[in-house]
């Protein structure tokens, strides 16, 4: 981390002089490789960026299989299993609880 965001005010929890790390404020993974190095920065406390970064990586492994787009079927089956397999803990919880659902669309 460089010494730009080292003891700073944390963006998440306004501890003031707390911050130990720097955060993206847009997780990586949501953003392709070429445009990576524009995500904006901030300084966070360790807590904080370990908590969000706990939710970013539930949210990418969850979210593909709520998609309705074009593309969805196609990304779940390519990066489905992937995720699931980093995260074990959500394919449990999924496993658990899935069921055939239908559902009428326009």
């Given at each position: 981390?460089?010494?730009?965001?080292?003891?700073?005010?944390?963006?998440?929890?306004?501890?003031?002089?707390?911050?130990?790390?720097?955060?993206?404020?847009?997780?990586?993974?949501?953003?392709?490789?070429?445009?990576?190095?524009?995500?904006?920065?901030?300084?966070?406390c360790r807590q904080c960026n370990?908590?969000?970064?706990?939710?970013?990586?539930?949210?990418?492994?969850?979210?593909?299989?709520?998609?309705?787009?074009?593309?969805?079927?196609?990304?779940?089956?390519?990066?489905?299993?992937?995720?699931?397999?980093?995260?074990?803990?959500?394919?449990?919880?999924?496993?658990?609880?899935?069921?055939?659902?239908?559902?009428?669309?326009?």
């Amino acid at each position: 981390m460089g010494k730009r965001y080292k003891g700073k005010t944390c963006v998440y929890c306004a501890a003031a002089g707390k911050s130990e790390t720097v955060d993206h404020v847009l997780a990586r993974q949501f953003v392709p490789g070429s445009s990576q190095i524009t995500i904006p920065q901030v300084p966070a406390c360790r807590q904080c960026n370990k908590d969000k970064s706990d939710l970013e990586h539930y949210l990418t492994t969850v979210l593909p299989f709520g998609g309705r787009h074009i593309d969805a079927a196609a990304n779940l089956q390519n990066e489905g299993p992937r995720r699931l397999a980093k995260n074990k803990k959500v394919h449990r919880e999924l496993a658990q609880g899935r069921a055939r659902i239908w559902t009428r669309e326009p």
